[in-house]
Every structure is written in C-alpha cells, then in structure tokens.
C-alpha cells in the first residue's frame, strides 16, 4: 500500500487530532483517511491505555481475580478489541451483561482457551442457553424458572452448564432474595447431582459503592454482610468452593474487604473512577482510553447578541465565532450538554480547539441538536485560526489539571451525567478507531480486530 498524498487543508484539519498522521503506516493513513471520508466523527481508543489500566487493577487487586467488564460493546469502546487488551495484561475472565454479548465474544474468535465468559442477564423464554453451554459460557442463575431452563438446556447438549447464583444483597436487580434461597439452593444440588450443572460462583451487586456518604457507606457494609450470610448458606448446602464475587469499579479500589475472590471492574478498565465526584483518572492511576474527535462542518462570524439554538437558551455576545460540531443527540451526545446564559446560566460542555496559539476550550452552546451542536469560539475564528473541516477534541485522556483537555468526566459534570453514560451512549455509526493496537498485540489476536479499524 501506498502513502496518501493530502492537501495541506487536510493537514490543517488533522492538526487538531490525536491521531499522529505523519507516524502512521500507509495501512494506517488510509484508514484513518477512509474513516474521516465515511463520517465527520471519531472514537480513537488507545489500545496501550486499556492494557494499562487492566494491568494497573490486576496488581492492586491481587490475590483476587479480576474480570474484565466489556458489556454494552465494552462501554463503547469495541467489543473484541477490548477482550483482546483485557486479556493482554493478565485478565482470564471477562464478564457482560446479555447472553448474545458472551456469544458474540467466543464468534469473535475469543475461545476458551484465551478466557473464561460469564453472562448474567437472560430470560427462561428465549436465550440461547443450549449454545451458551456449547460455546463454554457461564451462566448467572437469578430465578427458578431460569435454573429449570438452564438445566433442560444442560440435558439437550450433553453437557454441565457452568453457573453462578445471582443473589439479592439490596439491590433488588437480578437475584435470589433470603426467602426463596434455600429453595434455589436444594433445586440446585439435585441438579448437580444428576449432572446437568456445575455450580462455579456466588455474585451480587453493589447499589452505593460510588458515593461516599456515611448512609451509603453504611449501606454497602449492609450488603457485604448480607453477601457473606448467602454464601454461609451455600456452604451449609455443600457449595464450599465457589468463585465470591461482588465487586464493582468502585469498591474494588476502595474496599480491599470487597474484594473476595474476583472483582469485576468495568469503568476503571475504560480509563475512570466510577463517579468524578470520587477523583480524577490521574487521581487512580488510570488512563482515560477513549478520545472522541469531529470534524468542525461551518464556522461562521457573527457580531451582537444573537439566539443559538432551540428554545434560545444561549446568546452570543460582542464578536465572535459560532462552529458546528457535527455530532447530536442521534449520535449518543446528551441533549443537555449545551449551555445556556439566558435564563438559568449553565456552563457548556468542553471542546479543544487548536488555535494559531495553541489548544483553547470552547464551549457547547444552546441545546445539542439531534445530529449537531453549537460552540462558540469567543473570538473570530480567522483570529484563531479555525477554519471549517478542522478536527476539534469533544473528550480524551485528559491532563488532569485545568480543562486544557477535557475528559468524559468534565462531559458528565456539565451534561448532569456519569462518564459511563457519555461513552456507552455514543452510536455505532461512529467509527471506532485503535492506536497501538500492534504494538500490544501479536499477529494471531491482531487477526481478530477488523483491519480497518486499526491506526497503528
Ligand atoms: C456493570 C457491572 C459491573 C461493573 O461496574 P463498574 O461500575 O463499571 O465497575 C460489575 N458487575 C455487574 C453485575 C455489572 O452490571
């Protein structure tokens, strides 16, 4: 393959982009070209990052194991890609949510000799048991209707279904509650006992691990004792050796207690603390993976006070430049990320522009649109040196000190939000992007990752 040859207002328009474009190989200039012809929007994941973070967690959460979480497309980050980086650094479980996740992991070419996948959320009717059996994924049991299922699925295949029992400590999701447990528990040995299935763990979920008033505090101390009375009941039962795990994002950093024998972090392996209110990235160590990019559609000067947006909610002032982001609400960004400075005065969301001094943040104004937003520079654009096509940063890794470059936490403090919901959220259509994919990867596993997403 040969190198592209760009203009220089292509050049122009990359200079404000994370993607090194004169480092790439041709492979990769041609995707990261191919991907900026095919929409005006990026999501470039730092492949180092994730392996990073994973690698961070496994040491600080030693002896316990720990699962990667990679449901709802691994918060928006690439499913088999972040497999692939959770595995790299140590991981040997990996957790999602809906059985047609896990199916999609091993149809992605992640066996079981690469990880162990549980899934915990199916339902008697239609999920696809006898083929989770098939592929070697573990299933969370939370209802009787659901072990009957199971175990009628066990039987068709010929094989164990390997299963953990959900329980209810206070969150009331999925999971047996005190009273119907013993029941659970008597079904489930005579079930063992003919061979259907094979008891692997024992879970639950944290409802207030992230927020640090003494109620809540005092809330997830209720649920680790109710955590440890299930599992005491499970013993009395025979299920002496199972797999404990309860542990979030959250309380795995903060309460070693919690930690049992495996975590399951899902925030923290993206690159955040699991509630900005608890820190900064840098504040755990992590490294925020994802970096959302677009590519500026106009810029236009305009003078005096004048009405941005649906409802008017923002008004310009003096002189200045108004720039069109063209990603919206269809595309995952919150409608209410917007500022405002008529009524109630609410500060936007930040963007990085790259002006002729350097990086400046310009601000979200008026409500997000379904496919654009508005930001307004604060001076004319030729002062700065925007110009339409430009490549402006909604979010990245961060710097940790002012807003120089924003983080999805500075997204979720201004949209009202959690950093989960402004990644998980962003839509398929966005191109998703890996950096450093070859250099984390070995041929085999980079065979797994489409070709065309990988920069480097
Ligand atoms: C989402 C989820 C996790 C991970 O939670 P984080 O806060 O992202 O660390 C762990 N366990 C279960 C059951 C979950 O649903």
Redesign the pocket.
Known sequence: MSFPVISSRQKHSMAGSIVDFKNLSSEGQNNYLRALESFPGQAIVDFSALVKNMRLMRSRFAPAQV?G?V?ANA?GHGLIPSCLAAIKAGCTWI?V?KAQEALAIRRGGINREMCRVLA??ANCVWSPYEEMIEADIDVALGSMDEIRAVAAAAKKSGKRARVHIVVDTGFSR?GFLPEKFEDALSFLKKLVEEGRLKVVGI?S?FSS??LLDSESEKYTDFQLHNFSDFVKKAEKFGFKDLLKHI????S?FSRPFSRFDMV??????YGYA?DYSLGSPQDFGLTPALTLEAQLAKVKDVEGERSVSYGRTYKTGGKTSLAIVPLGYADGILRTAGGSNTGEEKIGAPVRILSSAGPKIARACGKVCMDQFMIDLGSPAEELGIMEGDTVRLFGAGCGESEAEPTADDWARRAENIS?VIYTNLSLKIPRLYLNAKKELQEKELSLLNPECVLS
């Open positions: 699962m979480i449901k918060y957790g949510a915990w959320l999925n879970m979920h691990a992230d542990s979030n994002s959250a795995s399951r972090p899902g925030n923290s392996f699991a989960y």
